[in-house]
């Protein structure tokens, strides 16, 4: 099996900055993607942005140039810098990833998410 942790989120006034982290562990063989969705009240969940192990980015429109996702793949593990922060940032925000495991194939798995919260 694997788990991710996710870590790094909390309260910050707009305009400020936040790193969330999410580390993938148990049963690798390979992880192929790993990104950040987030879900507001009321609102569906929706990708902030994801990595290709080793290769592309893709980000939403609301955060290019604000948020940068990178990886490090020794540790087997995703953040998500965000700067300029909004209040419209504030939101639950879970880590995804696609990870191939040793015993089985590609499979997607969840974080259970951390509070962003933009506010004066």
């Known amino acids: 099996q694997v788990q991710l942790a996710e870590s790094g989120g909390g309260w910050v006034q707009p305009g400020g900055s936040l790193r969330l982290s999410c580390a993938a562990s148990?049963?690798?063989?390979?992880?192929?993607?790993m990104g950040w969705y987030r879900q507001a009240p009321g609102r569906e969940r929706e990708l902030v942005a994801t990595i290709i192990w080793g290769g592309s980015t893709y980000y939403a429109d609301s955060v290019k140039g604000r948020f940068t996702i990178s990886e490090d793949n020794a540790k087997n593990t995703v953040y998500l810098q965000m700067s300029s922060l909004k209040p419209e940032d504030t939101a639950v925000y879970y880590c995804?990833?696609?990870?191939?495991?040793?015993?089985?194939?590609?499979?997607?798995?969840w974080g259970h998410g951390t509070q962003v919260s933009v506010s004066s």
């Open positions: 148990g049963s690798i063989y390979r992880i192929n993607r």
């Open positions: 995804n990833a696609d990870i191939t495991g040793w015993d089985i194939g590609p499979n997607d798995y």
